[in-house]
């Protein structure tokens, strides 16, 4: 049987309704991100980390320089620490504001994307750009999470497409545009924001043999004046400050370094992104191979030849350093996305029932997900994390069972036909809101809820709180006061983990005991 013509999209229809569907659909887009946003505690590391960060940074009203619980930290440039503090002092100081400007920012990546879709390849390409966006598991990830990468893909987009409106026009105007967006990434991330749409500039360059263009680009002085205006001030000012300090923190450290050795343990084989791409993909993975079967003529494409260099240098690059984190393959995601959300619109049923199958399989996996933790938690090695998983609540199970049957209901509602796309896209929706109101709340009780719950003890005492052998930032934003990463003094108390109680433990009341987080009093 035929299937039945596809959904008006919010690009189609009489200009007025047009225009009406269109804010309708961007506003739409904006909740799974913005979704019990702050529902869920902040997680360890990073996320404590970045929000102590700022904390401290309003705290004590250097706008310049951020700390960590006292200490100097180099690992990021300023620029996220300002949204952080902006939103803070708009709405409260809590984990909505913490998380807010990586959910906007992923909005307006979303938009972006949507409307560069919608121009090139129709509008329900636009569509489905900006839900997948919104959707996907690893934007979900960054877009709700209190760190710079929410941020940072964003202003990689919008350098990027406004590379490659220079590159397709030769008008000066996007490519001063580009050289901005990468100025603002240089305060947000640091030299990534040049390396990433650089490459993605050079690659087509070389593979298409337009090196006048490149040149046009690379020695255009108002751009580099701009980039330079935006950036250079508070580089200068840190340098200024700080010294060689600065350099061997963050050029070095955190730069460098994380290309040339491992930083934290993170490793990884160069096959590492080969695995990670199609998890962070779901649950729209099998448009990958739909991406991948094509790719020959989608190379052919000038804009595909673009699209494909920029995610194919970032997984190179990024496999080649050694070290590994999920979220760095995500820089190259966003072209991947438009590629998908083009396959989509063009495929044939068979890719949309793919497509299908992809959402229901992933609210599949996810349901199951809390109970398989609780299940292998006992054989976890660490002892820590042992106890803190295997104490974990069990989750509610009304809440998939309906989610379930929901999305099997919309995305098989006429077995005859593959679902249509924007069936396809509200599944896709459907499933975002349920992991941000049902998953990540189960899992930020069982990883971080003791954390909280010692804190909460801790801040009805006066005095410091050490944290010995155990580095968890999100205690000292809940404390609302620094809590040192050091040796603890006898008039301290001391936050730690059941397997690395201090010397003298004994000597020290036990003012907080639960799943493996332990919090004890000064000594007796």
């Not at 913490?98 to 920012?105: G, N, T």
């Not at 991406?291 to 000038?302: C, E, L, Q, S």
């Not at 989509?344 to 398989?372: C, D, H, K, N």
């Amino acid at each position: 049987m035929a299937d039945p013509a596809p959904a008006l999209s919010p690009w189609e229809g009489s200009a007025p309704w047009a225009a009406w569907r269109r804010i309708a659909w961007a506003l739409a887009l904006a909740v799974p991100l913005l979704w019990q946003l702050g529902a869920t505690p902040l997680f360890d590391v990073d996320e404590g980390a970045f929000s102590e960060a700022t904390r401290e940074m309003l705290a004590s009203g250097d706008w310049g320089h951020t700390m960590l619980n006292g200490a100097d930290r180099f690992d990021k440039p300023i620029g996220v620490y300002w949204l952080q503090a902006a939103a803070a002092s708009a709405f409260g100081f809590d984990a909505f504001a913490m998380r807010l400007p990586s959910a906007l920012a992923c909005w307006a990546m979303a938009l972006a994307l949507a409307s560069f879709a919608a121009r090139r390849w129709g509008a329900g390409a636009g569509l489905l750009a900006g839900a997948m966006t919104v959707t996907t598991l690893g934007f979900q990830m960054i877009g709700r999470g209190a760190t710079a990468d929410g941020v940072l893909n964003l202003l990689l987009v919008l350098s990027a497409l406004d590379a490659w409106r220079f590159l397709e026009s030769g008008a000066k105007a996007p490519l001063r545009r580009a050289y901005a967006w990468v100025g603002l990434g240089l305060l947000v991330k640091g030299p990534i924001a040049i390396l990433v749409p650089g490459a993605a500039v050079l690659v087509w360059c070389a593979a298409s043999r337009r090196w006048a263009t490149l040149r046009r680009g690379v020695a255009d002085v108002p751009g580099w004046a701009l980039l330079l205006a935006i950036a250079a001030p508070w580089y200068a000012y840190a340098l200024h400050r700080h010294g060689m300090a600065f350099v061997d923190g963050f050029l070095l450290r955190h730069n460098v370094e994380r290309f040339t050795g491992t930083i934290g343990g993170h490793s990884g084989s160069p096959l590492y992104y080969v695995a990670v791409l199609p998890l962070l993909a779901l649950p729209w993975t099998p448009l990958l191979a739909a991406v991948g079967a094509r790719w020959r003529t989608t190379w052919a494409d000038p804009l595909g030849r673009f699209l494909l260099g920029w995610s194919g240098f970032v997984v190179l690059f990024f496999s080649l350093a050694s070290t590994k984190l999920p979220h760095y393959v995500l820089y190259g995601h966003a072209p991947l996305v438009l590629l998908m959300a083009r396959t989509l619109a063009e495929a044939s049923p068979r890719w949309r029932r793919a497509a299908a199958v992809g959402v229901f399989v992933t609210a599949l996996v996810v349901a199951v997900l809390p109970l398989a933790v609780l299940r292998f938690a006992p054989a976890v090695r660490d002892p820590f994390y042992r106890a803190l998983l295997s104490g974990a609540p069990a989750p509610a199970w009304m809440p998939p069972v309906l989610l379930l049957a929901s999305l099997a209901l919309l995305l098989a509602w006429r077995p005859l036909h593959a679902p249509s796309r924007l069936r396809i896209a509200a599944a896709a929706g459907a499933l975002s809101l349920w992991v941000a109101g049902w998953a990540l709340p189960w899992f930020g009780e069982a990883l971080q809820g003791p954390v909280l719950r010692a804190a909460a003890v801790a801040a009805s005492r006066p005095g410091t709180v050490a944290q010995w052998q155990v580095h968890l930032p999100s205690f000292a934003v809940a404390l609302q006061r620094v809590s040192p990463k050091r040796a603890p003094l006898a008039s301290d108390m001391v936050l730690t983990r059941i397997d690395r109680l201090p010397a003298d433990a004994a000597s020290r009341a036990r003012l907080f005991e639960e799943r493996g987080v332990v919090l004890l009093g000064p000594r007796r």
